[in-house]
C-alpha cells in the first residue's frame, strides 16, 4: 500500500472503532435480539461503507473496517458492564 494510502485508512479505520464504542454501550442495555439491539449493531454500516467508497478503498479492506467496528461494540459494552451498579 502507498504511503499517500496509510492516512485515509488510518482515518476509516478510528471512524469504525470510534462510532461502534457508544453504540456498543448503548447496546448492553437492550435486550438481545429485539430491534433496538439490532438497530444499535448495525447503524455504523452505511456510514462506514459510504467512507470506504468515498476513500477509494476496494473490498480488501472490509474484514479490517469489520474487526475494528466489532471491537469498538465489545469494549463499548464491556465500559459499560463496568459502570452499571
Avoid at 22 to 27: E, I, S, T, V
Avoid at 33 to 54: C, E, G, K, Y
Wanted: a positive charge.
Amino acid at each position: 500500500m502507498h504511503t499517500v494510502r496509510i492516512l485515509p485508512l488510518a482515518a476509516l479505520l478510528f471512524f469504525s472503532f470510534g462510532t461502534n464504542l457508544p453504540l456498543g454501550y448503548l447496546r448492553e442495555t437492550s435486550r438481545k435480539f429485539s430491534l433496538h439491539w439490532f438497530v444499535l449493531v448495525h447503524l455504523s454500516i452505511p456510514f462506514i461503507i459510504a467512507l470506504r467508497i468515498m476513500f477509494g478503498f476496494g473490498w480488501h479492506v472490509i474484514p479490517f473496517t469489520l474487526a475494528c467496528a466489532v471491537a469498538g461494540q465489545v469494549i463499548g459494552s464491556r465500559i459499560r458492564r463496568r459502570t452499571l451498579p
